[in-house]
């Protein structure tokens, strides 16, 4: 095992790091449950199946966010071998995974669906879906994005720039999770925010400091740096995670509408999912990357996340036809024959050449 600056530890054989390993796990996990509870989280508000998918799905909006805090980690650690030949491979990976998985949906969902359904097949509707991609592939040009910055995130993230690094997440909390997540919150009770709104909009122009690239940096920051109180950052998640699940609920009763505090660009996930970072760290960065299940999870994650949609589709329809509507049973059912049949067939394709590079 090599340890790194920062105290990591990283497999000499393998050349990856355990705990990020362990968290990529944790994020597959989560996004499989996210879309395996969902449906009932926008109506009967308060019922239990409206709680147990609630409670599943809050619990499970850390995944995108550690996905993208992960990335961070790797792509702008210093100890990473950067080249732009490495760089340009890891984004024609990406457009290659995207051409094919939104193909394929593009196939299950414009075509077959709507020749068994007798709804009229249009070009326009298969190329819009192709470009866009099946709803889960938005975290493909996420990606794609973050990675044509790198070069320029490489230029002054760095530990000398720790205090820089600082500032741009301090600017990022406050103006792309913080007051956009305010505003929002409050248009669908009153307007008077709206004239902030405007200001945010219109007048700052804080696009730098926008989107994603704050996940990435924290990524990025906690992989590198120590934080003295720990403790404070597991007090502000499980804090979060409390306001996530009865704040969901409670304005979604409020507006006689489904409002969830779900949104990857709010306060709340930020803070579960800095929580959920930093204590996997703590608790396995001298663990030694032994660990089967971790490894295959980890390195399949992509394919998992592509396939998954797929699989909770067919399911779906197999639990409605034999009438399988409580969400206690269904979700577990739906979440583990998920994610075991998605991670299978990941595993499959990942062994035959020439579609490997699509897992």
């Given amino acids: 095992m090599i340890p790194l600056e920062n105290g990591t530890i990283k497999s000499k054989a393998t050349n990856r790091i355990y705990y990020l390993d362990a968290l990529r796990v ?3 996990l989560a996004v499989v449950m996210i879309h395996s509870s969902s449906q009932y989280v926008s109506r009967d ?3 239990l199946n409206f709680w147990v998918a609630n409670i599943c799905d809050g619990l499970s909006r850390i995944g995108v966010p550690l996905f993208v805090m992960i990335s961070g980690a790797v792509m702008l650690d210093e100890n990473y071998s950067y080249t732009a030949k490495k760089l340009i491979n890891h984004i024609k990976k990406m457009i290659v995974f995207f051409v094919f998985w939104s193909g ?3 196939i299950i969902f414009q075509v077959i669906d709507k020749i068994i359904n007798h709804k009229a097949i249009r070009i326009s509707d298969i190329m819009g879906s192709f470009v866009r991609g099946h709803f889960h592939l938005w975290y493909v040009y996420l990606i794609i994005g973050l990675y044509l910055i790198v070069p320029l995130l490489r230029l002054w993230v760095k530990r000398e720039n ?3 690094v600082e500032y741009f997440i301090i600017l990022s909390v406050i103006f792309t999770f913080l007051v956009p997540q305010v505003i929002s919150l409050c248009s ?3 307007n008077i925010l709206e004239p902030l709104s405007v200001i945010m909009e219109k007048k700052l122009y804080l696009e730098y400091v926008g989107g994603y690239t704050a996940y990435f940096l924290l990524g990025w920051y906690l992989h590198n740096f120590d ?4 403790n404070v950052i597991y007090i502000l998640g499980i804090i979060s995670l409390i306001v996530t699940v009865f704040g969901t609920y409670a304005l979604s009763v409020a507006k006689g509408k489904s409002l969830p505090l779900y949104d990857y660009l709010y ?6 999912a800095v929580m959920t970072f930093q204590f996997i760290k703590s608790m396995l960065i001298n663990t030694k990357g032994d660990n089967k299940f971790v490894n295959i999870i980890s390195k399949n994650s992509l394919g998992i996340y592509a396939v998954h949609i797929a699989v909770i589709t067919a399911l779906q329809k197999v639990t409605e036809m034999i009438g399988i509507d409580s969400a206690i049973i269904k979700i577990p059912f739906v979440f583990l024959l998920t ?8 595993y499959i394709l990942g062994k035959i050449p020439i579609l490997k590079r699509i897992v």
């Fill in 26 to 28: 944790i994020a597959c």
């Fill in 267 to 272: 306060l709340n996930i930020l803070l579960q």
């Fill in 188 to 190: 669908n009770f009153t």
């Fill in 339 to 346: 994610f075991v049949i998605s991670t299978l067939v990941t």
């Fill in 104 to 106: 394929i949906y593009c």
């Fill in 227 to 230: 934080v003295k109180n720990k």
């Fill in 45 to 47: 508000f308060g019922s």
């Fill in 162 to 164: 720790k205090k820089y």
